[in-house]
C-alpha cells in the first residue's frame, strides 16, 4: 500500500518493483503528494515504467579511503537500479538528484554512456598508480538496462585494452555477455566476478530482488563463467537475520557446487531511508516474521536499526553476529571455499597500441 506522503499517482499499478512507496528525498524541503485528479487514464497508463535519462559524465573513477572496503577506486556506469531490491544499500544515493530512494531509485535510473572514454583519459595520466578497480560497488552494472546502453561493456573494454586488474560484483546475467574480454583478462590474473546470492526461494527472491534474475539463474552464471575460466565468489549479501540466515549453508554448498572458488557475507544494512522502506515491506511481504527480524536487527546494533561505524557496519556486533560468522567459517571450511585467492595483477598495465604507434624492438 502507497503511503500518504508520496509522489507516485495513486492509481498507478505497480509491476515487479521492490519498494512500496515514493517518498521524497532526505534533502527536500517539502514533501509532495499525488492525488487523483478525477479524469479515468487508460488502462496502459496505469502501469510505473521504467524511465533512464542521460547523463554525460565529467568523472569516471570515484574514490574512497574507507577501512572496511577491499577496494579504493569504483566505477558507477548506472545510477539507480532496476533490480528493485528492497533491500539496496545504495537507495540513499538517489536523494542527491533530488529523487526519492523508493521507487524512483529503481524506475528513474541514469545511464552515463561515454564513462568509459573519460576512465581511459583518467588511468592514462601521468603519475596514475595501478590497484583493482570495483565495479558494481553501489548499483548494478548488469542491470537490464545495460542491454540497450551497453556502458558497463565500454569500461570492460578499457580494463581489457589497459590490462587493468577488475573485480566485479553483480547479479545480473548480461555478464556472461562480456566472456569474451573477461576470460582472457582471467588467465592473465586480472579479473574476478561477486555473484550475490541472497536466497534460493525464488518467491523469496521475487518479492526481495523484482527484477533480478532468479536464484537458480544466478547459479548457472556461477557455472558457466567457472567454465569460462573466470574466478567466482559467492557473496551471501545481505544475510537477512530472521528470514534468510537459515539458508546459509545451502547457498554456499549449492554455488560450490556451481563452481565458486570463493565466498563472503554482509548482514543487512539499513542506512537512512533503507530502514522505513524495508519496514513497510517486511509488514506487507512478509508479516508474520516481520516483527522478528526487526528485533534482530536492533540486537545486532545496540537497540538501533543501523550503525554506521566502521567495522561494525557490514557485520552488526553481538551473539546473531558471531552466529553467523561462526556458521559460514565452518561451512567455508568444510567446502574447501577458504583456499586464498591470488591478488589480482598490477605489473601487466599498459597503454593499449594505437594506430601509428611506433612498433618496441623487443
Known sequence: ?????????????????GALANESGRFEPERRVAEHDGWDIAEEERLLETEVRVERPRSALTWNKSPDLPFDRSVNPYRGCEHGCIYCYARPTHAYLNLSPGLDFETRLIARPGIGAVLEREIGRKGYEVA?????????????VEKAYRVTRKVVQVMHDWQHPLAITTRGMLVERDLDLLAPMAALGLARVGITVTTLDARLARAMEPRAPAPARRLEAIRRLSAAGVPVRVMVAPVIPGLTDPELEAILSAARDAGAVAASWIMLRLPLEVAPLVEDWLRARVPGRAEKVLARIRELHGGKLYDAQWGRRMRGEGIWSDLVAQRFDKAVTRLGLTVPQPPLRRDLFRPPPRAGDQLTLF
Do not use: H
Open 132 to 144: 583493482p578497480l570495483a565495479l558494481g560497488t553501489n548499483t548494478d552494472p548488469y542491470q537490464p
Open 1 to 17: 500500500m502507497v503511503e500518504k506522503d508520496s509522489t507516485l499517482r495513486p492509481e498507478l499499478r505497480l509491476r515487479a518493483r
